[in-house]
């Protein structure tokens, strides 16, 4: 079993940066893709950006530009550097794992960072 643990949500300012970190442990050597998801009040939860083992990507068209995902697999980490945040980036994020063959939204989730960026 793989557990999922974040950090680095907060409030920030419009026009801010904040950077997400996501360690994994357990049964690590089932990861092939972390992701990073979001859902803001009242919407549903979407993604926002993954990377597979062997580093590549995949961005939502919202976030293309500003946010940058990364992957460090000695430590067992993925990381969602967010850049130029605005008030609609406002939500729970929530990093995911999930081995190969089965998609990020039926992986592993962790519990959760709040974002939110003020007008």
């Known amino acids: 079993q793989v557990q999922l643990v974040e950090s680095g949500g907060g409030l920030v300012q419009r026009g801010g940066s904040l950077r997400l970190s996501c360690v994994a442990s357990?049964?690590?050597?089932?990861?092939?893709?972390m992701g990073w998801y979001r859902q803001g009040t009242g919407k549903q939860r979407t993604l926002v950006a993954d990377?597979?083992?062997?580093?590549?990507?995949n961005y939502a068209d919202s976030v293309k530009g500003r946010f940058t995902i990364s992957r460090d697999n000695a430590k067992n980490t993925v990381y969602l550097q967010m850049n130029s945040l605005k008030p609609e980036d406002t939500a729970v994020y929530y990093c995911?794992?999930?081995?190969?063959?089965?998609?990020?939204?039926?992986?592993?989730w962790g519990q959760g960072t709040q974002v939110t960026v003020s007008p």
């Open positions: 357990g049964s690590i050597f089932s990861i092939h893709v």
């Open positions: 990377i597979t083992s062997s580093g590549t990507t």
């Open positions: 995911t794992a999930a081995p190969p063959g089965v998609p990020t939204s039926l992986g592993l």
